[in-house]
């Protein structure tokens, strides 16, 4: 009886001991729910505006990547001067981008004959045009009976020439005339010299003077949604113009307008740590999402075969190779290529040289992430504080289109919204902050150890009982 009842004590005290454990983390998962405050983040910077507006935008600053808890940047938070969280998104950098590429175009002058066409005949009334340059090439068109064929040239692309995109324009030079002249011009394209296909109509050529001014069109548009735009032979079919005479064209070029967004960048450079005369290792102080990594070498005209890899964490035991590659610095400052990464995660960098060497100094390693803007609503009262750097934080960002209603937003978009500038950089909740646990992770803490010390008194426990009752029996059996 007595082994029954010390078992029901021992019971009854360790259920007892987890209902107690229970209650903290109760207590602190609604802690949890609290939001967070400025002195939760480890870093900030005040903002300044130059003007009330209710949205603002803000370059992030490169602390904020380096000092982040979170590579995606869930801890960035703006707050009033009251301390209160305002409504904000994260914005990746897109810059629009134009380049134009010039394609020399060969020039060849066209003799006209013009055939009458048989108005008795039932058939096409129009006057056939045929023309046929010095080496020999003929080519067939219809005259329309409101104009009337002047001068005209055959422009061919160089073989060997491809085109990634098709002609946005035909760009033309010619010696300045002595006299004002325009004239009206066709555009035919044609893969074959057979079939033509008219790109412009009536497009007007100027070279005109007034005094020491000069104005000069000498450009032809094209379609830019024209199935033709790749064509290798041009035709250009100059309308007759009794009043003056068509300059010489002198030189003839292709013009191709390429049009994209370039996403911003940040660069980040490594550390490095010589492990031997081959072999180094680079770090960043926190893990980053990179889009490249560019190797430069120290000394010029140096061409070192590498083996590449990283890891994501630098505590991670495995090296993923990245790639074999050579690396390159010339005296004309040509250098390699950077390696594309799509965003990987990446703190850790090695290199080892593949029968080679990079010298003295070992190569210089730097990663490139794609830049955000911050964009916020105007909540309360200024000054407004940019904060990073918390462990506790989840992502609060939301969209840019529904941030910013459609009545608020700029004739050029987001990217005319009022700029917000960084002030000083602050040390606000401290270091410790990067690895701070919430409340309810530091209850799970706290039982876990609660939960250990509770199985081993019960085994003690136990333990306790089974010696009672021995030396219990063994008095019996005397």
């Not at 946005?168 to 010619?174: G, V």
């Not at 910013?404 to 050029?412: D, M, T, Y």
Request: net charge negative.
């Amino acid at each position: 009886m007595m082994f029954l009842k010390d078992i029901r004590k021992l019971t009854f005290g360790l259920t007892a001991m987890v209902a107690m454990g229970c209650l903290p983390a109760a207590f602190f998962a609604q802690a949890e729910d609290a939001p967070l405050t400025p002195q939760e983040f480890y870093q900030g910077a005040q903002l300044t505006t130059d003007r009330v507006a209710p949205f603002y935008r803000l370059t992030l600053p490169e602390s904020a990547y380096l000092n982040t808890a979170w590579a995606d940047l869930r801890d960035i938070r703006v707050f009033n001067n009251a301390g209160k969280a305002v409504t904000f998104s994260l914005l990746r950098v897109d810059t629009p981008k134009i380049e134009q590429t010039n394609v020399p175009l060969r020039i060849f002058p066209m003799d006209m004959n013009v055939v009458k066409a048989d108005k008795s005949n039932q058939g096409d009334s129009r006057d056939k045009v045929k023309l046929k340059s010095a080496n020999g090439v003929e080519i067939e068109l219809y005259q329309d009976e409101q104009s009337s064929v002047g001068t005209s040239y055959l422009l061919q692309m160089s073989d060997g020439t491809e085109l990634s995109d098709g002609f946005n324009q035909i760009l033309l030079n010619w010696a300045q005339p002595k006299s004002n002249w325009q004239a009206n011009v066709s555009l035919y394209s044609s893969d074959d010299l057979k079939e033509w296909d008219k790109q412009a109509d009536n497009a007007p050529l100027m070279d005109l003077t007034s005094g020491s001014e000069r104005l000069l069109l000498n450009h032809i548009d094209i379609n830019a949604y024209s199935a033709s735009r790749h064509a290798r032979y041009w035709l250009l079919v100059i309308e007759g113009n009794k009043q003056s005479v068509a300059p010489v064209i002198a030189k003839a070029e292709g013009i191709v307008i390429s049009r994209y967004s370039k996403t911003e960048t940040l660069e980040l450079p490594f550390s490095a740590k010589p492990i031997s005369d081959s072999e180094v290792e680079y770090q960043l102080a926190r893990p980053q999402p990179l889009s490249s990594l560019s190797i430069s070498l120290s000394e010029r005209n140096t061409v070192v075969p590498v083996s590449v890899e990283y890891r994501s964490h630098a505590t991670d035991d495995k090296w993923l190779p990245l790639a074999k590659t050579v690396v390159y610095q010339m005296d004309d400052n040509r250098v390699s290529e950077p390696l594309a990464l799509d965003q990987s995660l990446v703190q850790s960098v090695r290199l080892k040289a593949i029968n080679g060497s990079w010298g003295d100094s070992p190569p210089r390693v730097i990663g490139e992430r794609s830049q955000v803007d911050v964009i916020f609503n105007a909540q309360g009262s200024p000054p407004y504080t940019l904060v990073w750097g918390a462990n506790l934080a989840s992502s609060a960002t939301i969209d840019a289109k529904l941030l910013v209603p459609a009545s608020e937003l700029p004739e050029g978009g987001l990217a005319e919204l009022p700029k917000a500038y960084v002030g000083e950089f602050i040390i606000i909740g401290g270091e410790e902050r990067l690895n701070a646990v919430s409340p309810a992770e530091r209850a799970g803490q706290w039982q876990t150890w609660l939960l250990w010390g509770i199985l081993i008194l019960g085994v003690l426990g136990l333990g306790f009982i089974m010696i009672k009752l021995a030396k219990e029996m063994m008095g019996k059996e005397k």
